[in-house]
């Protein structure tokens, strides 16, 4: 079945950085689009980053220029490099394959890992 393992959170300081990991299975990784979406209390889970099969890469407006979101076939990993965070980064950051995809094929949510960006 799909798993998905977040891991990478922390607390940082405003206009520090984290690399987020997320390293997946029970799919051929290689032959979907991966995106990072995150959710903070009292908001609907929203997409933050995707990277395509060809590795090419969209970004919300609200990171843009301050997120990097890369993949790695070979180890089924992928990863979103934070830097400059703010305070309204603040949430729960989870990996998955497009929702279409997770809807139409199945799949579940993993635990997702905190992002607390705070003095």
């Known amino acids: 079945q799909v798993q998905l393992v977040e891991s990478g959170g922390d607390l940082v300081q405003p206009g520090g950085s984290l690399r987020l990991s997320c390293a997946a299975s029970?799919?051929?990784?290689?032959?979907?689009?991966m995106n990072w979406y995150r959710q903070s209390p009292g908001k609907e889970r929203e997409l933050v980053a995707r990277?395509?099969?060809?590795?090419?890469?969209t970004y919300a407006d609200a990171v843009k220029g301050r997120f990097t979101i890369s993949r790695d076939n070979a180890k089924n990993t992928v990863y979103l490099q934070m830097d400059r965070l703010k305070p309204e980064d603040t949430a729960v950051y989870y990996c998955?394959?497009?929702?279409?995809?997770?809807?139409?094929?199945?799949?579940?949510w993993g635990q997702g890992t905190q992002v607390t960006v705070s003095l």
């Open positions: 998955n394959r497009d929702l279409w995809v997770i809807s139409q094929l199945g799949g579940s």
């Open positions: 029970g799919f051929t990784f290689s032959n979907y689009a």
């Open positions: 990277i395509r099969t060809t590795g090419s890469m």
